[in-house]
């Protein structure tokens, strides 16, 4: 199985939402990060880092990544509300 297939069958509860141009490309959100859904773009922000980035799914909602970020309000953490049975 590869790593696309296994990133297709996780389940998303939550969105991320990284500000890029506040983001130095320490990649300590990608480390924390145990789902490994995100990730360290080729491309430079306009402070000239690598930024990172999130790969649109299987995010958690854990906050690993937002606890690990050095940079405030670089990272955001939607979480999908959850459905209840009426
Ligand atoms: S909230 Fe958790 S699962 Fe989602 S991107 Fe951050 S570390 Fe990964
Ligand atoms: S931890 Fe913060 S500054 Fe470091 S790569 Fe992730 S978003 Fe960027």
Do not use: W
């Not at 939402?17 to 506040?22: D, K, P, Q, Y």
Request: glycine content about 8%; proline content about 5%.
């Amino acid at each position: 199985m590869t790593d696309t297939m296994i990133r297709t069958h996780k389940k998303t509860l939550a969105n991320v939402e990284i500000v890029s141009r506040l983001c130095k490309g320490c990649g300590f959100c990608v480390q924390a990060c145990v789902q490994d859904c995100l990730a360290i773009s080729k491309d430079i922000n306009e402070r000239g880092y690598n930024y990172a980035y999130y790969l649109g799914e299987g995010c958690t909602g854990c906050g690993l990544c937002f606890y690990s970020c050095p940079e405030p309000s670089a990272i955001t953490i939607i979480r999908h509300p959850v459905k209840r049975d009426p």
